[in-house]
C-alpha cells in the first residue's frame, strides 16, 4: 500500500497508544466483559482475530487454551509492539489488510474482532471470506462501532431543548464514508445501519444469534461517571452468529 | 378493561381515523412495499394478525388466498369499522388484549403485526405466545416503531450546531414507557431498543432473518418531499423471524 494505515499515521499512533484500552488491555475495555462473555469455550480453538492491535485478545485467547490464534493487522507499528511482547508459541501475528484478506477454508472455530469492521469499505466481501474460513458451526464474534455513533454528519453532544444532553442524529439511513477528528485529524470510517450490518452477515449464510448494544453497568458508571453517557447514545455494537 | 383502549379514545381514534393509511389502506403506508416484500406467500396459509385495527391486512391476506385469517384488537370501534366493511368468509375479528392472549398451540402459519408492539408492557411474554401459536417454520413478520424514534425523552426535530436538522437522541438505553403527544395528548408506548427486540425473539426461539430499518426510496421522497426526514431517522423497523 502507498497510503499509510490510520494507525501508522504518527498522530493517531500517539494518542491511540495512551488509551486506556491501548495502555492496559482488555480489562480497561467497558464493553470487553459483555464481548467475553459472547464467546465460546476457546481451550483447544483455532481463532483468527481480524485487526488485532497490540495483540491483547491474541495472548488472552492463547492463556484461556486456544490451539492456534493468528493475529491479524494492517498496522505495522502495532504488530511490532505485539510481537515485542511476551511470546506465546500458539499466537501468530501477521501483517495484512483485510480488504484483500484470503484465508484458508474452514480452518478455523472463531472468528473475532474488536472495534475494526467499521473501517472496512467492502464488509460484505471480508464476511463471505470469514464466512468460508469457518469450520462447520465456526463462529463470528465482534464489536463494531454502533451506527448511531457513526451516523451524524457532525457528531458530538449538543444540548436540546429542554437543556438535557442530546446526540445529534441524522444521516442514519445515508451510508458510506465518515470523516471525523477522533484522535488525529480527518479519521475515515464506514457508515452502515444495524439494518445492513445484520443483513450483510444473513445474506452470508450467518445465523445471527447475539445483538447487544453495549451500555455500561451501575458500577461501570459509578466508577467513571463520564460512562453515563453511554445510556443516552450507544458507542458500541456487539454481535455474535454462527456458520 | 376498565380504562378504554388509546384507540378507543375519541380524540385518538378521530385523529388516527384521519390518517392516509386509515384513510386508504395499506398503499398509503410508506413502509407496506418493503413489509409486503418480507411475507411468504400466503395462499392456503393461516394467519393471525395482532393488532389489527381497520382490517385493511386481514382482508389483503384473505383476496391473496389464505385460508384463515384472525384479526385480533382491543379496540372496539376499530373493529367494529373492520367488520363493517365488506366481509370474506376466511377473515374472523376478536375483540382481545394483546397483553393477555391466549392462542392455540401450532396453529398459524403466519404471525403478521403492524406497528402495535410498541404499545406492549410484557413483549417477552406476547412472543413466547407467538411462537407456541406458530407451526414448525412458521413465520412472524412484524413492524414496529424504531427505537431511534421512541428513545428520546423529547422527541421532535431540533436544529443542529451547523443549521442541519437532527434528532435529539437520547436515553436510548433507558428503556420502558415513554408518554408523548402523537394525534393526542398523553399516548403511552414502550420504548426497547434494538438489541432487547432482537435478544428476545432470540431467546425465545425464534431464527431472526429480515432485519430493516425503513428508509423511503428516492421515488416516495419525489412525491411526497417531508419524507426524506427518514433518511436522517429511521421511525420503523421491520422484522421477520422463523419459528
Not at 8 to 25: E, I, K, Q, T, V
Not at 30 to 54: A, H, K, Q, T
Not at 206 to 222: G, Y
Request: aromatic content about 10%; some cysteine; overall charge negative.
Amino acid at each position: 500500500m502507498t497510503v499509510p494505515s490510520l494507525y501508522d499515521r504518527p498522530d493517531f499512533f500517539a494518542a491511540y497508544s495512551r488509551l486506556p484500552r491501548s495502555l492496559h488491555g482488555l480489562d480497561a475495555a467497558p464493553e470487553w466483559p459483555v464481548l467475553r462473555g459472547m464467546l465460546p469455550d476457546l481451550r483447544g480453538r483455532r481463532i483468527v482475530d481480524l485487526g488485532c492491535g497490540f495483540g491483547w485478545f491474541c495472548r488472552w485467547a492463547a492463556a484461556q487454551g486456544a490451539a492456534r490464534v493468528l493475529g491479524l493487522d494492517v498496522s505495522e507499528r502495532m504488530l511490532a509492539r505485539a510481537a515485542a511482547d511476551a511470546a506465546d508459541p500458539a499466537v501468530e501475528y501477521r501483517q495484512c489488510d483485510l480488504e484483500a484478506l484470503v484465508l484458508p477454508e474452514g480452518a478455523f472455530d472463531l472468528a473475532y474482532s474488536s472495534l475494526a469492521l467499521h473501517y472496512i469499505v467492502d464488509l460484505d466481501r471480508l464476511a463471505g471470506v470469514i464466512h468460508r474460513a469457518l469450520a462447520p458451526n465456526g463462529r463470528l464474534v465482534f464489536s463494531i462501532e454502533h451506527p448511531i455513533h457513526t451516523a451524524p454528519i457532525r457528531p458530538g453532544w449538543i444540548e436540546g431543548e429542554d437543556g438535557r444532553r442530546v446526540w445529534p442524529l441524522n444521516s442514519y439511513s445515508v451510508e458510506g464514508r465518515r470523516v471525523t477528528d477522533w484522535l488525529a485529524a480527518d479519521v475515515a470510517k464506514y457508515h452502515r445501519t444495524l439494518g445492513t450490518i445484520l443483513t450483510l452477515l444473513l445474506r452470508t449464510g450467518f445465523h445471527v444469534s447475539q445483538v447487544v448494544e453495549f451500555c455500561p453497568t451501575e458500577a461501570q458508571i459509578a466508577a467513571r461517571p463520564e460512562m453515563e453517557e453511554e445510556r443516552d447514545k450507544p458507542t458500541f455494537l456487539l454481535v455474535g452468529a454462527s456458520r
